[in-house]
């Protein structure tokens, strides 16, 4: 990571509502980082994905003056590209390109943001495309399935509480006006940050600034006063039924733990030693896949690690005023879905009651110092990290994580998961088949014996014993049954 003064927050009389995070340097690529303060906590309560499909057309769309196509005929030869990341406070648009195409590389770019086309065919293009995404895509997606319902229902009531991509039936009803309505308003100076870094000179750095102080507007629109989500009252579960082979399984509770709270670091921590993501050393995974063959992986969170099954790292700039504990128990057999839950509920239980033991806290306080160097190894890492250190206020990720770690106790890590996780307050959510058979058997009671196929030492199976009958404290009228189809 740079020492803090690469990072330079621009806060002058001029463009006082323009932030830049700079990182320059002699590589040879320029990379930027484009972040609006702007998501799908911004939408219309009405208009859940407006925020999502204005991104997008953003990215996937002409400009006032050239095509999608010709705008991509003319990406090509200098291999650029642009992508967009949409969140609830945050939209993030990235690219790269080599220093001799940097000039024709920004014209475009500059266009697509500042000069968007909202052609009408681009819009209904994009629009089809969100649509299939959620039909074919998400709901097709067992794990990414659970875990936006159980999101959903974490923050019902709040702005968070639609899916980031909103809903079929409401991007069938939206409109191009209703774009660029959502441009005009939330596309301004107040919610910009740019970040760039690589071999640019300083000049082009005045020129960028120049196009988007004179560009945009400088203050943006109305935002959602935030709700904070309400702690479930007991555990509840969601049953998503679908046809499907196996079991997909998230349990989540909200936690007020974010970057910006002195408990953040010691969380980091005991989540770790949790289920660090695709990490073998986390207990969930050591207890539930390789010492049972539960399934591939079982894992834990404390901020929102989109789309990870495809990812072995969390992105950047998907910072939140309110955050989300959750375990993410990947697919397992119809057969073992009561077991596992219990399995996850009472590993946890287990880690509140006795707390993370010393050699635990040491080898996961490690990784954690060590791991932060991964996380903003690149330069479009960096960026991401810088800007959101400046939008929580805090020092520079790196250097705060470390810094906090080396004062860090074990004491100090379990009394921080045991003031931000209540085990009796979860919510869980489950995809799967055959859902009135497996409410019956969630709120039953009964045990939920697991069968291996291969014998196990008894140390296992005498746990297995008091797991299989670990009580879930749910009852019929807590568990809600919903179809795949009507979901988000």
């Not at 990379?31 to 407006?50: C, H, M, Q, W, Y």
């Not at 659970?146 to 009803?173: D, F, N, Q």
């Not at 300083?202 to 959602?224: C, H, I, S, V």
């Amino acid at each position: 990571m740079k020492p803090l003064a690469a990072l330079l927050l621009v806060a002058s009389a001029a463009w006082a509502q323009i932030r830049v995070v700079q990182l320059p340097s002699k590589s040879p690529l320029v990379t930027f980082r484009i972040v609006f303060t702007t998501g799908s906590a911004a939408d219309p309560v009405e208009k859940p994905g407006l925020a999502a499909l204005t991104a997008t057309l953003i990215a996937e769309g002409g400009t006032k003056d050239l095509t999608y196509k010709q705008i991509e005929d003319a990406m090509f030869p200098m291999a650029g590209s642009l992508t967009v990341q949409v969140d609830k406070e945050m939209t993030a648009f990235s690219g790269a390109v080599h220093t001799d195409n940097l000039a024709a590389y920004y014209k475009l770019l500059r266009a697509r943001l500042l000069t968007p086309g909202f052609r009408e065919d681009d819009f209904k293009r994009v629009q089809s495309d969100l649509i299939n995404g959620i039909r074919s895509g998400l709901r097709n997606d067992d794990e990414e399935l659970a875990k936006a319902v159980l999101s959903g229902s974490i923050y019902r009531g709040t702005p968070y509480g639609h899916y980031t991509y909103g809903t079929v039936a409401s991007i069938e009803k939206l409109t191009l006006d209703d774009v660029k309505s959502f441009y005009q308003s939330q596309y301004a100076q107040t919610n910009l940050f740019l970040g760039i870094a690589g071999g640019f000179s300083p000049k082009f750095l005045e020129d960028m600034k120049k196009d988007f102080r004179t560009m945009l507007p400088q203050g943006a629109g109305f935002r959602p006063r935030e709700k904070t989500p309400q702690f479930p009252d007991g555990v509840h579960a969601i049953i998503v039924e679908k046809e499907t082979r196996s079991v997909a399984i998230s349990i989540g509770t909200p936690i007020l733990a974010t970057r910006d709270i002195a408990d953040y670091p010691a969380l980091l921590v005991a989540n770790s030693y949790l289920g660090q993501h695709r990490m073998s050393y986390g207990l969930l995974y050591q207890q539930m896949r390789e010492a049972r063959g539960l399934n591939y992986g079982d894992y834990s969170y404390i901020e929102p690690f989109p789309n990870a099954g495809s990812r072995m790292e969390p992105p950047p700039n998907v910072a939140r005023h309110m955050q989300m504990f959750q375990i993410w128990i990947r697919p397992v057999e119809p057969p073992n879905a009561v077991f596992a839950i219990r399995m996850a509920m009472y590993e946890l239980n287990k880690l509140l009651k006795d707390g993370i033991p010393e050699d635990g806290f040491e080898r996961a306080r490690d990784f954690v110092s060590r791991n932060v160097n991964f996380l903003t190894r690149t330069h479009d890492a960096e960026l991401g990290y810088g800007i959101d250190s400046i939008w929580y206020s805090t020092p520079p990720y790196a250097d705060y994580v470390r810094g906090a770690l080396a004062k860090l106790t074990r004491e100090d890590v379990n009394a921080a998961l045991r003031r931000n996780v209540h085990p009796n307050r979860l919510m869980i959510v489950a995809v799967a088949g055959h859902a009135e058979e497996l409410k019956r058997q969630l709120a039953s009671g009964d045990p939920s014996p697991i069968a291996y196929n291969s014998p196990k030492p008894e140390a296992i199976k005498r746990e297995d014993e008091t797991i299989a009958k670990w009580p879930l404290n749910l009852k019929a009228e807590d568990i809600q049954i919903v179809p795949a189809e009507s979901v988000p």
